[in-house]
């Protein structure tokens, strides 16, 4: 059973554009919710992580939404860029466990 | 500061045969954690390490084991292989077990099965 769910499975958009991924959570112990970047060949990187006691975060071209009762939390990325087609993950932990449970990914194109 | 080191990079195996794949943390992390990646399945926790003690551990059988050594790196050990192991085997490394500890993850070891 899918523990966090992310929509879309992809995204294409132009340079300049802002493409939003959604991710939705059942566990209300979940209390940490970090999004991924991955390109091919490599690793995923975190770029931005909320906890539920904000209900907005940025970090540059990064914006991460939050609303606890609808249990749901999306990435907004602000003025795309062509190296920005990577895939993203959403993620979800509780407790202060390490343990990660991560989204299905969205792989997002930005079109110059 | 060197970032996660994983080896082998590639590996290719055959069913019923055993694995070790190696993780080296960033240098003054201590908790290191693995993931499997496969189209089907995406990203899904294995088990986490710290200070050489397993502190968690996903739904996967026993046939997947790992250990942690007294300097933080870590192996993982996938025996009698089947087809469905083939995957990006992840590691991340982490400062600290308990927390919200930001994970930063190697580039995998990619395991084929034949």
Redesign the interface.
């Known amino acids: 059973q899918q523990q966090v769910k992310q929509s879309p499975q992809s995204l294409i958009v132009q340079k300049g554009g802002i493409p939003i991924i959604n991710c939705a959570y059942e566990n209300t112990a979940f209390d940490?919710f970090?999004w991924?970047q991955q390109f091919p060949?490599?690793?995923?990187?975190?770029l931005i992580?909320i906890?539920p006691d904000v209900s907005e975060k940025k970090e540059g071209r990064f914006t991460i939404s939050f609303n606890k009762s609808a249990k749901q939390f999306s990435l907004h990325i602000m003025d795309s860029q062509p190296g920005d087609s990577a895939t993203y993950?959403c993620?979800a932990?509780g407790g202060?466990?390490?343990?990660?449970?991560?989204?299905?990914?969205t792989r997002l194109t930005v079109i110059p | 500061k060197a970032g996660v080191t994983q080896t082998p990079r590639y590996l290719i195996k055959t069913r019923g045969q055993q694995v070790t794949l190696s993780c080296s943390p960033i240098s003054g992390h201590r908790s290191v954690s693995w993931y499997q990646q496969t189209p089907g399945q995406g990203l899904q926790f294995l088990f986490e390490y710290f200070s050489e003690t397993q502190r968690n551990k996903g739904n996967f059988p026993g046939r997947f084991s790992g250990r942690q050594f007294s300097n933080s790196r870590s192996e993982m050990n996938v025996s009698t292989l089947e087809l469905g192991d083939s995957a990006l085997y992840l590691c991340a490394s982490s400062l600290r077990w308990g927390g919200y500890n930001e994970q930063f993850f190697g580039p995998g070891t990619r395991l084929t099965v034949l």
Do not use: V
């Not at chain 1, 060949?41 to 975190?46: F, S």
């Not at chain 1, 202060?96 to 990914?105: E, M, Q, R, V, Y």
């Open positions: 940490y970090p991924y060949g490599k690793g995923p990187a975190l992580a906890r993950f993620a932990s202060g466990a390490n343990n990660l449970f991560f989204g299905t990914g």
